[in-house]
């Protein structure tokens, strides 16, 4: 700009970057007029809207996703009745609850198989996925890594659900199914959680292994592909 004898140059490249203009060849000639100053403060309270409807896009989108997961959550709640059900679909909706405890320091990474839907109660099988992503985020306190498997080996379905935490102390590990255990200071746990997981997948006659090291703890659910 300089170059082309503008008059405060610096200023106006500045105001070009703040729009996310990173090249002025194309707005040489409107930069050199007497009223450019106006032109320019046009132009970035026109920057300012499209960004703020950007935000708002986004944020509308984000909602729009937490209201269908929450339905989702809730749709089989009143129905104690086994129905064919997405295992996927059911742990994404549980993630989507989950985006504002994720989004700030939890990278998520997914190894999702393709399986087909499975006769299950979606609602009870959500709890178990609620239960064990929660723990896990309270594993890392809420910084680390989650990773989820999903997978099938012939007539079994496998999800397991892995943190980056501190891991569990093996004089604990084998208590953690007990009912009323827990290491949770008071007010932050009942000790019901994985005691109620547990049930839940022998209900669906499943089971349940649980392998902990320092730096790495994985849950995981066994599910069989025909109920019955």
Known sequence: LEDENIDEADDIADT????GIYAADDFLLLLQKPDRELILDLAYKLSEIQRA??????????ASKVVFALKNYARYDSE?????ADIIDGIETVLT???????HGVEVLRNFQKIEPILC??????????NLIHNALQAMDNRGTLTLDVSQDNDLIKVAVTDSGKGIPPEILPK??????????????????????????DKHGGKMEVASVPGKTTFTVFLPVNLG
Do not use: H
């Open 97 to 103: 609850l989950y985006q504002n405890n994720l989004k």
């Open 80 to 84: 104690e009745v086994m129905i064919q």
């Open 176 to 201: 953690i199914f007990e009912p009323f255990f827990t290491t949770k200071p008071p007010g932050e746990g009942t000790g019901l959680g994985l005691d109620i997981v547990s049930k839940i997948v």
């Open 16 to 19: 070009l970057v703040d729009m």
């Open 121 to 130: 109660y979606p609602d009870r099988l959500n709890q178990v996925w609620t």
């Open 53 to 62: 409807t950007q935000t708002i896009n986004t944020a509308t989108d984000r």
